[in-house]
């Protein structure tokens, strides 16, 4: 087993952490300050330099015009975009784009692919993914509210969405609608795509999560849909296939999270131990001296490195053995990865006192940006049990 990265791996990883420290770092105390929306005619000029660098959608195959690498080139890099808010957005790999053209890569007709993939790709328009609803269960996609009918050569779209990210600004959703209420629950569901433009479709408001609405991009929507007419031609994959759709999503989608947390916990880790190294507790002696601050730091290494290989060989798994295969360590690495970040992320802030919670720092807004990845892309109690089953199911405990 070798356990170093190939050079070229390495090149590009050097090249990605250029990007960020030259183009992006600069630009990181405007998003830390300021609504999203607001900054995006300078923002995008770093969207341009990634271009321009060659490090444009590094997760799109190479025919869709990306760079088409595997997964375990993607964790590398993905951690080496993370530290910054930015990073991913800048390269066009942020979430929720990336999981929908995962989506339209793998079952989107010729023309959805022309219409609605080829945008997002070029970085002209962005998407949006909406399945959770305010009156149902998230956890349990298969027994959904909103409903679409078919009348004619029409769907019919009807319900009542929340938590859409980027659906400020976004040219169109994916919704996750019941087409079928009274079949099988895993069969109910479909996903059809939704131009944000057509009548019926609006967005109640921003969500205020933890006290930040945010806009365009960097927001969580709540939405609805009355009467929202679109062609049949804009089902995605099969009619009733919509939860193993998302579960298709939802397995590269839940890695990618983790490859970005990890960046998140190194930057968080990085500016502890600075802290720790340069701040005085009292004259000659700094706060890195204290055992308490020397655990928080030993405990945070300890969990990133662990977290850190985990990921590696999951997304090794996957290119090797496919997703179904790495189902385990799918779980395993949601709960270790979110849990990582929450712990480090914490700690950091504490070590840096009152200044931890500052927005001059870029802590406190990861702290509130991302809380919410012990509960999106399932909570940590739903991949707890799954995991669970599977293994005690595996020594032969009845479900
Ligand atoms: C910042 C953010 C961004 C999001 N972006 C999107 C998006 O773009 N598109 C989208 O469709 N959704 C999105 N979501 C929604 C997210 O996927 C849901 O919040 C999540 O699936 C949980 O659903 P829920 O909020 O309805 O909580 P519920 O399903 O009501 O669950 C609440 C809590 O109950 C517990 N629980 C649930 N099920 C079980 C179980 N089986 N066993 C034990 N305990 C359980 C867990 O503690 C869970 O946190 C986002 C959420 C957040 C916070």
Redesign the pocket.
């Known amino acids: 087993m070798d356990f170093a990265p190939p050079p070229k791996t390495l090149e590009l990883v050097a090249r990605y952490r250029a990007f960020v420290d030259e183009e992006l770092l600069k630009l990181e105390p405007l998003v830390l300050a300021k609504p999203f929306g607001s900054c995006l005619p300078v923002l995008n000029q770093a969207r341009t330099q990634a271009k321009v660098r060659g490090l444009w959608a590094p997760q799109i195959p190479q025919e869709h015009g990306g760079l088409g690498l595997s997964l375990v080139e993607l964790a590398f890099v993905g951690e080496a975009l993370g530290g910054c808010p930015l990073g991913h957005w800048a390269v066009n790999f942020q979430?929720?784009d990336a999981g929908n053209l995962e989506l339209l890569h793998l079952f989107g007709s010729a023309d959805q692919k022309e219409r609605f993939l080829k945008p997002v790709v070029d970085g002209a328009a962005r998407s949006?993914?909406?399945?959770?609803?305010?009156d149902?269960?998230?956890?349990?996609?298969t027994w959904l509210e909103t409903t679409a009918r078919k009348e004619g050569s029409q769907w019919v779209i009807n319900g009542h969405?929340?938590?859409?990210?980027?659906?400020d600004g976004a040219a169109y959703a994916i919704v996750?609608a019941s087409t079928n209420d009274e079949g099988k629950p895993h069969e109910r569901a479909s996903m059809i795509l939704v131009p944000m433009s057509t009548p019926g479709v609006s967005l109640v408001r921003n969500l205020p999560?933890m006290g930040e609405a945010g806009s365009d991009w960097a927001s969580?929507s709540e939405v609805t849909f009355v009467d929202v007419k679109v062609p049949l031609s804009h089902l995605l994959g099969q009619e009733g296939h919509g939860f193993t759709l998302a579960q298709e999503r939802l397995g590269p989608g839940r890695i990618h999270h983790c490859m970005r947390w990890l960046g998140i916990c190194q930057r968080a880790f990085e500016l502890m131990m600075k802290r720790a190294v340069d701040r005085p507790v009292a004259p000659f002696r700094a706060l890195g001296q204290q055992q308490m601050v020397q655990r928080y730091v030993a405990e945070s290494a300890i969990q990133i490195e662990a977290a850190r290989w985990l990921v590696l060989k999951t997304a090794w798994v996957i290119d090797t053995q496919g997703q179904k295969a790495a189902r385990d360590d799918i779980a395993m690495i949601k709960v270790l990865v979110a849990r990582t970040l929450q712990d480090v992320l914490d700690r950091a802030i504490q070590v840096h006192g009152g200044l931890g919670l500052l927005d001059d720092l870029p802590l406190a807004w990861f702290f509130r940006?991302e809380?919410?990845a012990?509960?999106?892309?399932?909570?940590?109690?739903?991949h707890?049990?799954s995991l669970a089953k599977r293994l005690l199911g595996a020594r032969g405990l009845a479900r």
């Open positions: 979430p929720p949006c993914f909406a399945m959770t609803e305010p149902r269960p998230g956890s349990n996609p969405k929340w938590f859409t990210s980027g659906a996750m999560v969580h940006h809380r919410a012990r509960i999106y892309d399932g909570p940590d109690e739903v707890l049990a």
